[in-house]
């Protein structure tokens, strides 16, 4: 087999994996990209795996929500989702994820770190690590963000390379990414409005996880605060909106880079249906497109059957509260108290966007608990109206 000694790093293909002929191309999309020695002596061979990961798949893990589709390569036309494989012998020791987007390759986030108990401390994730770094670099990769409860996974990514940044999230920065707090969502040029897809993930999770703006309130959806970091969060969240359930509004500057995002959840109910949740988080330097994203998801949400958008703000945050104010948000409310900062309680305040009202978009029986047609048929047949509640006591 010739492959790469893991210490030294070939230039590699973004879309096989392959290291300039020095892989050992097993399928289209398994290659062994490189063998090291580990401390036991043993011989790890590292594997790049892009999906379907067919039998592989039992020996990774994934998000719940989407590890069907992930792990048989739904996601391909717009994230890139390799799955870095140890193995000693033949045996799966280790693993994990790199994402990064088809269309720009300068952030991307490690998930599902995973080495097998009887063979930590020898160095897998290590080495398994290094190589994902190697091949996100080489393509291009500017900073790569991961999180951590555990403090020796922690101790791991410290010698990797990775620094503290956001609540439990720890970040990468390569040797290309210069001032990249400064720089990544700085000004460049135009910027426009599109559909979030999921090649989105890492784009929004660098967006959400910059320090500005220094919002209270990140993303009151997925109860993302000030120092809250975000990552997997988005997943969930385009799950949760789809089947016209909400909208994700993106805003992309002329590099390519998330610089904006707008998310709206309707409530999950018959009777409020026609309510959503909203909230915004733009670059400080885009501020002046935030009318703009804003509208742009209002009219979506507005054609999904929506009508009143409401979106929390702390007290405290005034420039989030021009943000909406300029886009015909209204403050409805204000509840006290409701928000714990480092400086003490603050209130939240309650903005509101009341649009022309719709139709219903899903009918009462779609929802949970509620009467199916086929039981009101039923009631009819036979004869009578069943008690309702009230009459009923
Ligand atoms: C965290 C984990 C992935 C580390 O994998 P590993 O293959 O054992 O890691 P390595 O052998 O490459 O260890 C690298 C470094 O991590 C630290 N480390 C690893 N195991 C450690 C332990 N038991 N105690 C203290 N530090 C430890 C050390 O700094 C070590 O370097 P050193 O051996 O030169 O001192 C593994 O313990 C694991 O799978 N844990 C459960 C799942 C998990 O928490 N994953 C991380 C999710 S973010």
């Known amino acids: 087999m010739t492959v790469s000694k893991v210490a030294g790093y070939n230039i590699g293909c973004r879309h096989c994996g392959s290291l300039s002929g020095d892989e050992d191309i097993i399928t289209a999309n398994c290659k062994n990209i490189a063998e090291t020695e580990l401390k036991s002596g043993e011989t790890l061979v590292i594997k790049k795996i892009n999906p379907p990961l067919e039998s592989y798949a039992d020996n990774v893990t994934c998000w719940d929500v989407v590890r069907d589709d992930l792990l048989v390569g739904v996601f391909e036309p717009w994230l890139f989702t390799p799955y870095y494989i140890g193995e000693i012998q033949g045996d799966v020791v280790g693993s994990m994820a790199c994402f990064t987007p088809v269309e720009n390759p300068e952030v991307g986030l490690v998930e599902f770190v995973n080495t097998e108990e009887n063979h930590r401390r020898k160095g897998v994730s290590t080495a398994l690590l290094r190589q994902l770094i190697s091949h996100f670099e080489v393509d291009g990769g500017l900073a790569l963000y991961l999180c951590t409860t555990n403090p020796v996974a922690g101790r791991m990514y410290e010698n990797c390379g990775f620094s503290y940044l956001v609540g439990d999230g720890m970040r990468y920065l390569t040797r290309e990414a210069g001032d990249f707090d400064a720089g990544y969502l700085a000004k460049t040029g135009a ?62 500057n002329d590099c390519k880079r998330v610089v904006g995002c707008v998310i709206v959840e309707r409530l999950p109910t018959f009777h409020q249906q026609h309510v959503a949740h909203l909230s915004i988080r733009v670059a400080p330097d885009y501020g002046r497109h935030s009318c703009e994203l804003l509208d742009a998801a209002v009219d979506c949400a507005h054609q999904i059957g929506i009508s009143i958008l409401q979106s929390y703000v702390a007290e405290c945050d005034a420039d989030a509260k021009d943000v909406l104010a300029a886009a015909s948000f209204t403050e409805e409310a204000v509840l006290r108290g409701r928000l714990r900062t480092t400086d003490g309680f603050t209130d939240l305040a309650v903005y509101s966007r009341i649009l022309s009202e719709v139709p219903p978009q899903h009918s009462q029986h779609k929802y949970y608990g509620e009467r199916q047609p086929w039981q009101t048929e039923r009631i009819h047949e036979l004869g009578k109206a069943m008690p309702r509640y009230t009459e009923h006591k």
């Open 191 to 252: 910027a426009s409005v599109r559909q979030a897809h999921w090649g989105d993930l890492p784009g929004v999770s660098a967006l959400f996880c910059h320090r500005e703006p220094a919002w209270e309130i990140k993303e009151y959806l997925s109860h993302c605060f000030k120092d809250t970091r975000f990552e997997g969060h988005f997943m969930r969240l385009m799950r949760r909106i789809e089947e016209d359930r909400g909208v994700i509004q993106i805003l992309e």
